[in-house]
């Protein structure tokens, strides 16, 4: 099953999601890239619906890097959250809604902080310090709950992470073998091994 | 024949398409077409070239906002200030709105609130500057719906543009006859100044002036601004062009409308704020500027 997980730090966002491509009983890919790089500051984990989940996330890669390039500034995280909050809530209220759940995790530049937004298919937002997605959340929050630290560095970060993950693949009947990891911080985005 | 001074020729009666093109063309400062302006073949269209390569509609559409109330800008590392003079005034006119408390100062003529962090001073035409200012805000108030976000003052004043060369190259539509101030800020690049014209061109100014004795403005600004000056300092510097550049000889809240943009580091707003005459007045009598005089009617 589809999972996803995000945190905040000191000065950076860590977002991850599983890279298992599967179709009933069957793993068709381990290694699906499903965190799209939005902009130099901006990634985005999806889930949901097969079909609708690339459809929808291409849709906001391309519309949010038009915006970067037609204007000069790219969209901070904030003002994307809501573009992207406006779409889905349009989306739901149309003949055939996309059935797409997100993590928006940015760096804002202007404001030198590191923003994480929870998004849902009914336009639904929050902006959280730690979130999560799929049958997964119902492990992974708790232990945020407990261990989470807004200001701690990375490595502390990752090691949270790296508790989740763990949880997981210990609790989950059908458990996501691998899972990317990538990192938003203000030098930009990057992946990180776990 | 042309004469080689290009634009202006005098002519007994002008061609119907000419006089129907100028009947729509008047200015806010009741100058009447004291020259008759002989329409060529090539310029009662916004759409087409002349031979020299001229948009002709357009050139006379900045004619036009040359004979209009004076507007002046200057930017300030803290702050962005706006002045500008009215040229409809008088004692009949009736300003009781403006002079309450509540809402925003300004007679509604020269300064407007496009958002919470532009102000718009407009110079040229006054009905096409209302229209182009409703747009204006309706364009703000989409971006804040899409994006929960106050637009970059840029983008607004490309916008702005956008609108305005779509009027010289469809629709048979003439220009609009307004150049416009934008004062702002936005997160990207602080505090920021721009001037846009009837082409649809826009560009980033340190100091400007738009309207009536722009040249003159422009030269005393280009004398007197520093790069590192503060809000106050600028407030100073605009009252002191506008009082040599103004065609009354008084300085008071009845000829001046007046605005500043600045941010509050409190609220981490920006705060924009178009005085109101009482507030004009006393700027003025701070800035060593009022004068006494026994014409003016509008004392707060």
Known sequence: ?194 | MPSAAGLYMRQRQLPRRAREAYASVTSTDNTSISEAIMARRYDSRTTIFSPEGRLYQIEYAMEAISHAGTVLGVLAKDGVVLAAEKRVTGKLLDLSSAKVGGGYGGSGEKMFLLNSNVIGGVAGITSDANSLVNYARTVAQQHLLQYNDDIPVELLAQRLCDLKQGYTQYGGLRPFGVSILYAGYDPHYRFQLYHSDPSGNYSGWKATCVGANNGTAQSLLKQEYKDDISVEQAIGLVLRVMSKTMDSPTLGSEKLEFAVLTYDEANKQPKAKIYRPSEIDALLVAEGLAKKDDDTEMKS
Request: with cysteine; hydrophobic share 40%.
């Open chain 1, 1 to 194: 099953m589809e999972t996803s997980f995000a945190l905040t730090g000191k000065g950076y966002v860590i977002v991850a999601a599983d890279t298992t491509a599967a179709r009933s009983i069957v793993k068709m890919k381990v290694d699906e890239d499903k965190i799209k790089e939005l902009g130099t500051h901006l990634l985005m984990a999806y889930s949901g619906e097969p079909g609708d989940t690339v459809q929808f996330a291409e849709y906001v890669e391309r519309n949010i890097r038009l915006y970067q390039i037609r204007n000069l500034y790219p969209l901070r995280p904030p003002a994307a959250a809501s573009w992207i909050r406006r779409s889905l809530a349009q989306s739901i209220r149309s003949r055939s809604p996309y059935s797409v759940n997100l993590l928006l995790g940015g760096y804002d530049k202007s404001e030198n902080k590191p923003n994480l937004y929870w998004i849902d298919y009914l336009g639904s937002v929050v902006e959280v310090p730690f979130a999560a997605h799929g049958y997964g959340s119902y492990f992974a929050l708790s232990l945020l709950d407990r261990y989470h630290d807004p200001e701690a560095p990375l490595e502390e970060g990752l090691a949270t992470l790296r508790r989740c993950i763990d949880e997981v693949a210990k609790r989950l009947v059908v458990s996501p073998s691998n899972y990317k990891v990538k990192v938003v911080d203000k030098d930009g985005v990057r992946e990180v091994e776990i």
